[in-house]
């Protein structure tokens, strides 16, 4: 008999058990106890400051089996200076016997086509390459690319990890780098005979004198680290690169020439909402209350984030934050802001890396949706783009308006240069 799937809008405490049965199955990763779970739904259904989640829940057959859920979750979003009330898809699931695409359709195309009449203005959620067909038959817009950026902090992780990785891994980190160092030479003395030292003549040519000269004593050294990466040449040149990635850290922050100081904390309090008040956000921001961040970061536990915050020297004002996890010794950010986009958010960035390098921490990582111009400041940062692991191949922002939405607001909400989301903001 031909599959016929169906979905409905659900109150969510009158299927309480059912609900919590599909989160356990397609989202906990691991066994979960049952006051975790009880824990888990009360937040996610009922805690969020800016609403109650929607669900919708998906059915099989004449006798309605229960085999999937949809959820969002209401978020305070600013369009150009505008507060509207977007709704962030999660808690997306289908029972095993049942992950064909009719089933995922029909939950997805109900909650996009009743996302208005539910109290929402417009949705965006986070799928990955293998669903993404899903919402994009259901209406949703690609608005761009999401990119995991890294910054190592200290080489022997680096050197350890490329003794690990395969032949091509590691020549796609030499290139990565004299790629870098190419542009950064290519950038201090722009003089052509200097360029044609570093850049071939047209592409396809051969290598540049200085880039190749480069990339073979980089590929000699890899080469070493793989076989060696105990010897004592490799570990000489680990603390040298140690010592001028702190160094070069320092350089700019003196040159920032502002006094600053940081601290951490475990919640947010009243000068988040300070910081938030006379912030200049991007064309679309969410919003950072101390309520919004403690509901989010603080109050469930299942993972333990901190609050990094960077402090005006003479005033004691917060400027910026990072909201961050420790995973395997590495620096996860899930969060960030700050009261301007340039050089205050530049000092933060720089702030964080110098302390997590103290405290031991090997690496600094986020997953972000921004502008191309925002990316290339991270370049110049000092991060590195990553692509996704391999199962799950790519990750996009995703939109869906409805075909009410002002027109105005619609330009920017599908404006790929309008969007700073975190990975924070994408998914719960």
């Not at 150009?80 to 029972?95: E, I, M, S, Y």
């Not at 395969?166 to 980190?173: D, L, N, V």
């Not at 960077?310 to 004002?317: A, N, P, S, Y």
Request: some cysteine; hydrophobic content about 45%.
């Amino acid at each position: 008999m031909e599959k016929v799937y169906s979905a409905a809008r659900i109150q969510p405490e009158e299927h309480r058990d059912a609900l919590a049965r599909l989160w356990n199955e397609n989202l906990a990763h691991g066994e979960v106890s049952s006051e975790v779970l009880e824990r888990r739904m009360r937040w996610f259904q009922e805690q969020n400051p800016a609403g109650p989640a929607r669900t919708w829940m998906g059915f099989y057959g004449p006798g309605r089996e229960v085999i999937g859920s949809g959820s969002f979750f209401p978020r305070d979003i600013y369009v150009g200076g505008r507060k509207l009330k977007a709704g962030v898809l999660g808690d997306f699931g289908v029972t095993k016997a049942h992950r064909i695409a009719g089933a995922a359709m029909s939950i997805q195309r109900e909650l996009a086509k009743g996302c208005r009449e539910a109290g929402v203005d417009f949705l965006y959620g986070f799928p990955n390459k293998a669903s993404f067909p899903i919402f994009q038959r259901a209406g949703y817009k690609k608005i761009a690319d999401s990119i995991i950026w890294v910054r190592p902090l200290l080489a022997a992780y680096k050197l350890n990890e490329l003794a690990a990785a395969s032949a091509g891994e590691q020549q796609s980190t030499v290139n990565a780098v004299m790629q870098r160092v190419a542009e950064r030479a290519a950038g201090a003395v722009p003089h052509p005979r200097w360029r044609a030292l570093w850049e071939a003549a047209a592409p396809g040519d051969p290598p540049a004198p200085l880039t190749h000269a480069l990339s073979t004593a980089a590929e000699r050294f890899v080469q070493r680290a793989t076989v060696k990466p105990d010897n004592l040449l490799i570990r000489t040149a680990g603390r040298a690169l140690d010592a001028s990635m702190a160094l070069k850290d320092a350089a700019a922050l003196l040159a920032k020439r502002r006094r600053v100081r940081s601290e951490l904390v475990d919640a947010a309090d009243h000068r988040f909402d300070e910081l938030w008040a006379r912030a200049k956000p991007s064309p679309i921001v969410g919003e950072r209350s101390a309520e919004f961040l403690n509901w989010r970061y603080a109050q469930l536990g299942t993972a333990r984030y901190r609050f990094f915050c960077l402090l005006d020297g003479h005033d004691g004002r917060l400027l910026g934050y990072a909201v961050y996890a420790v995973r395997n010794n590495k620096v996860e950010v899930s969060d960030l802001f700050a009261e301007d986009d340039g050089a205050t958010f530049d000092t933060l960035i720089l702030e964080l890396c110098q302390a997590m390098r103290r405290e031991g921490h090997v690496s600094v990582g986020m997953l972000l949706v921004t502008p191309p111009s925002f990316n290339a400041r991270l370049r110049a940062l000092g991060f590195f783009a990553r692509p996704h692991p391999p199962h799950v191949g790519s990750r996009w922002l995703v939109v869906h308006v409805d075909a009410s939405f002002p027109e105005e607001q619609r330009r920017v909400v599908l404006d790929p240069n309008s969007w700073f989301i975190t990975d924070g903001e994408l998914d719960v």
